[in-house]
């Protein structure tokens, strides 16, 4: 059974209150970063993994997307990106990751925000999205970077008074289930190393283009004195290969 936390009533209504829940792409912190790596969607057929409330298939559609498809498994992220959503181009489908189908070498590029770490085999899920690429096609996606996954608290470690003293790894080379805290609620989230994501990419034969582990916008560390202590470890991993 495919975990989908986002159609509990309480967890999707907490996920609504964070920033990029209300503010979109400008609430995202590593949108800064991601937007630089956005392939040209001019005339091209896209396909959003995890479309969640649909903010990149609406700016695949504003960047001359000819035809954008979001796939998210949750009743409530579809239903939120089809009100948010004013344009015949853009279709919404209600599936996991690992279950949807099109037909092979359909999409010029494929997208995946946040939403990998959460699927349980993720060679099979690129196997499928290199199969669903035209050749020369574009495969743009982030996780949670596995310095941050590797212990399941997905928190700093403290002192008497509360301060961050630093952020821990253990059993990094131990893939696999995390449960974690999420919005109060216990999520499982995958475990991976930065060499399972990219040695897979490659044994299917996708061409490494770029890698960033994104630090926190300068407007963003000037807004919140909190965020600087993201300059302390990377959150986020995001990769674009080519086929």
């Known amino acids: 059974m495919r975990q989908n936390k986002y159609d509990d009533e309480h967890f999707f209504n907490q996920y609504k209150r964070l920033p990029r829940s209300l503010y979109g792409l400008d609430g995202a912190g ?6 630089r790596l956005m392939p040209d969607f001019n005339s091209k057929n896209v396909l959003d993994l995890g479309c969640g409330f649909g903010w990149h298939c609406r700016y695949a559609r504003k960047q001359g997307a000819k035809k954008v498809i979001g796939v998210d498994l949750s009743t409530k992220m579809i239903n939120e990106a089809r009100k ?35 699927v349980s085999d993720y060679s099979q899920a690129v196997r499928k999205i290199w199969r669903l690429l035209t050749k020369n096609g574009v495969f743009l996606f982030s996780v949670e970077h596995p310095i941050f996954t590797s212990v399941a608290l997905q928190d700093w470690i403290y002192n008497h008074k509360g301060d961050k003293l630093h952020w821990p ?16 609620q216990n999520v499982v989230k995958y475990h991976r190393t930065l060499s399972t994501y990219m040695n897979t990419l490659l044994s299917v034969g996708f061409k490494l283009e770029v890698i960033e582990e994104p630090q926190p916008s300068l407007e963003m560390l000037e807004f919140s004195e909190e965020m600087k202590h993201e300059m302390r470890r990377p959150m986020f991993l995001l990769v674009r290969v080519i086929k």
Request: proline letters at 0%; zero cysteines; charged letters at 30%.
């Open 169 to 184: 790894i253990d059993h990094y080379q131990e893939e696999g289930i995390r449960e974690t805290q999420f919005l109060e």
């Open 84 to 118: 948010l959503t004013d344009d015949d181009h853009i279709t919404y489908f209600q599936s996991a990751i690992e279950d949807y189908e099109a037909e092979d070498g359909y999409f010029d590029v494929i997208m995946s925000s946040l939403a990998l770490h959460y």
């Open 30 to 35: 590593e949108w800064h970063v991601l937007k």
